[in-house]
């Protein structure tokens, strides 16, 4: 006796809207394979749910079984918890691709019975799931004859749902060959934003447009998931995506030392073999979700919430079913990152698609500070995903910013200036400072008899590439940004009065046997009390490809290990990868400030930073404010070693703490696969300054953040 679970939907192509059960989707989707760091591709029961929970905890309502039917216990999971799915048939050609020879398999009268075979298995085993909402002809494998006999045998024996494949579409743009109306919808992989808008303003077109793959999350990404959720949400005919993909592949071994990482193509001696590109998730291995998944998850929620000012925000239902009642919204005013106010939002029940303005009571807000709305939407009950209390959406505005104020430097104690040789110290009361006429830096800061600076800001263009840099990389390191040295050509100390002295210097990047890229004008302002201020006039060469950063990088004692930060976290941000990170008063310890990736890459930079304070156990460190928000990272080992390491094993502390600072940081984009970044979030080679104020503190809250808005002058 075996029990099978029915159910009963309708699926429908009105136009070019998909419907289900007479209402319009959109597929927030992700792309899964079967995948286990410690199996393979042999998956678990328990696999399988922890996969859905995930999905289901981070807003996906989609995914599509890359590239083959899932074990009918997934199709389960997904009646029951409530995913669509997109059922795939097993065929995949890539391999005749690399012979040149595409289309072959696909055209051959004698693969027909083979293809035939392979997408009937699917529908007679798959075809009372009621999750399924389309059926896919395959992933990749050109476009013939054959995949038109599929679609037949499909629309004689199991006409319900509407047909995908993405090789139509694919061959019909580029060769012009093939009937669209072999498929119900038009499918495409990794268009650009501009792409997407572009077919959701075809009056012509007659199908529904999705994008089967979007959104490469390969290592440190993706990036602008908002811009392409914005098209989405805007124009009808485009119904959704699946990002690619759900989990990295990688399979865990141990070093000589018995240290795990994980393991990808040519790590066992296999050829041929793709490298890392299978490590390619928003996930690890284990499941533990990627900053892209979190970014994700806010992109995915089902609450836009808008400011409208004077306390009134605006709140729109995105799902097509169920109202809000099962959330419950809480509402919080912070000052500087703390309390101030708060309360709970009434009633959600606003239908699907609807919205509804609410008038909150903001009190006064004399103090100076920078002032912040949160708004939180919580499961109200337990679900069968996740415990009452969850946080499903978020959003944060900024409703009042702080204020700079100025510091009477003549009020401060005294400095001595010893110029001697190449070298210029500047001491007070309580600290030191050494400066270098022959490499025009700051060598070294301390405080007291602790040297807490060990080697002052340089220039710094580079980032140890991510996955989705990997084709600009090429560009970067043909200039030379992987490998610059510095030159200082002028350099000049004077004293305006007793407690202040300043040092200015022109600093010239570039690496060896090539051009210089970047010129520096430093001026660093020494204060009697400890102060300094570090300016940086960034000059680089115009005709530079747009660049991973730019921004000065330091070491610090081991000592200064932990940092506290006010800017947007607590996980990594990039700037078209920061909106589910709100601004706030974070703090860490150095050494998990990394995030991990199965490749190693750059990770883990916080923009939007008023402040970055870095610490002793006994809370005494060095405070870095700037006059405009920044991003900082702060890691344990160098970037150096970042950049050649291929391992996570192979990343060893070096007994400092790292700490960069960046008037900017360049967007991710997915094109290790996808588009480039989106060309707001390219850093272009212009002009452009960056300025902090470097302090000796002991931390008190609200004194830090007293300090940080002081400007001496």
Excluded at 260 to 283: H, K, Q, T
Excluded at 354 to 367: F, T
Aim: glycine share 8%.
């Amino acid at each position: 006796c075996t029990r099978v679970s029915v159910g009963f939907c309708r699926v429908e192509i009105r136009g070019v809207e998909l419907f289900v059960n007479g209402r319009s989707v959109k597929l927030r989707g992700v792309n899964r394979h079967d995948t286990n760091p410690d199996t393979g591709h042999t998956v678990s029961y328990d696999d399988m749910l922890t996969d859905i929970l995930l999905m289901k905890q981070h807003n996906v309502n989609c995914v599509r079984t890359s590239h083959y039917p899932n074990d009918p216990r997934w199709l389960d999971l997904c009646d029951r918890y409530g995913l669509y799915v997109i059922d795939e048939t097993d065929l995949e050609c890539h391999g005749c691709e690399t012979a040149g020879q595409l289309h072959v398999l696909s055209e051959s009268e004698e693969w027909t019975a083979v293809y035939l075979d392979r997408v009937s298995r699917m529908v007679c085993r798959d075809r009372n799931h009621p999750s399924i909402i389309m059926w896919s002809l395959g992933n990749e494998s050109g476009y013939g004859r054959n995949h038109d006999a599929m679609a037949a045998w499909i629309r004689e024996h199991e006409p319900t749902r509407p047909i995908h494949y993405e090789g139509l579409s694919r061959e019909i743009a580029t060769n012009g060959r093939g009937d669209p109306h072999v498929v119900d919808v038009v499918s495409r992989m990794y268009p650009t934003v501009q792409n997407i808008i572009d077919e959701g303003e075809d009056q012509a077109a007659d199908q529904p447009y999705f994008m089967c793959e979007y959104a490469h999350a390969m290592g440190q990404g993706p990036g602008n998931l908002k811009e392409y959720w914005q098209a989405i949400e805007k124009y009808p005919r485009l119904i959704g995506g699946c990002v690619w993909e759900w989990a990295d592949h990688g399979i865990r071994v141990s070093d000589e030392n018995d240290e795990e990482f994980f393991a990808y193509g040519g790590d066992f001696g296999d050829m041929p073999n793709d490298g890392c590109f299978c490590v390619d998730g928003l996930c690890t291995p284990e499941r533990e979700p990627h900053s892209g998944l979190l970014e994700l998850k806010y992109t995915y929620q089902p609450v836009k919430a808008e400011y409208l000012g004077q306390g009134k925000i605006r709140l729109t239902n995105r799902r097509a079913f169920a109202d809000l009642s099962d959330l419950h919204g809480v509402w919080m005013l912070a000052k500087d990152g703390e309390r101030v106010q708060g309360g709970v939002l009434g009633a959600l029940n606003i239908a699907p698609g609807e919205s509804r303005e609410i008038e909150l009571p903001l009190e006064d807000m004399p103090d100076n500070g920078d002032y912040r709305l949160n708004l939180s939407f919580l499961l109200a009950e337990e679900a069968a995903w996740a415990e009452a209390g969850y946080e499903v959406a978020r959003e944060q505005f900024a409703v009042k910013a702080p204020r700079r104020e100025s510091e009477d430097s003549f009020a401060m104690p005294a400095l001595e200036v010893d110029e001697s040789g190449d070298e210029v110290s500047v001491t007070g009361e309580e600290f030191f400072v050494l400066l270098s006429k022959r490499t025009g830096m700051l060598e070294s800061y301390c405080l007291g008899d602790e040297e807490l600076v060990e080697q002052g800001p340089r220039a710094n263009l580079w980032r140890a590439p991510t996955d989705n840099d990997v084709h600009q990389a090429e560009q970067w390191k043909k200039v030379g940004l992987d490998r610059l040295q510095h030159r200082c050509v002028s350099s000049s100390v004077s004293q305006p009065h007793s407690a202040c002295v300043e040092f200015r210097a022109r600093i010239v990047s570039g690496p060896y046997s090539l051009p210089p890229v970047l010129t520096t004008d430093v001026t660093y302002r020494m204060f009697g009390d400890g102060a300094v201020e570090c300016s940086f006039a960034f000059d680089p060469r115009a005709d530079l490809p747009y660049l991973p950063r730019l921004g000065v990088m330091m070491q610090l004692s081991q000592q200064l290990d932990r940092v506290k930060w006010y800017g947007r976290g607590p996980h990594e941000n990039y700037p078209d990868k920061q909106d589910s990170a709100p601004v706030a008063l974070y703090e860490s310890d150095v050494y998990s400030l990394h995030e991990e990736y199965v490749r190693p890459q750059e990770n883990g930079a916080h923009g939007d930073c008023e402040l970055v304070f870095a610490h002793d156990a006994r809370g005494r460190g060095l405070l870095f404010a700037g006059d405009v928000p920044f991003s900082f990272t702060a890691h344990d080992y160098s970037q150096e070693m970042l950049t050649q390491a291929q391992h996570g094993n192979e990343l060893e502390s070096e007994e400092a703490t790292y700490l960069a600072i960046d008037a900017a940081q360049g967007g991710l984009g997915s094109n290790s696969c996808g588009p480039e970044p989106l060309e707001e979030y390219r850093l272009k080679p212009a002009a452009r300054t960056l300025r902090f104020v470097v302090r000796p503190c002991l931390w008190g809250r609200d004194d830090a953040f007293a300090l940080a808005r002081i400007w001496p002058e």
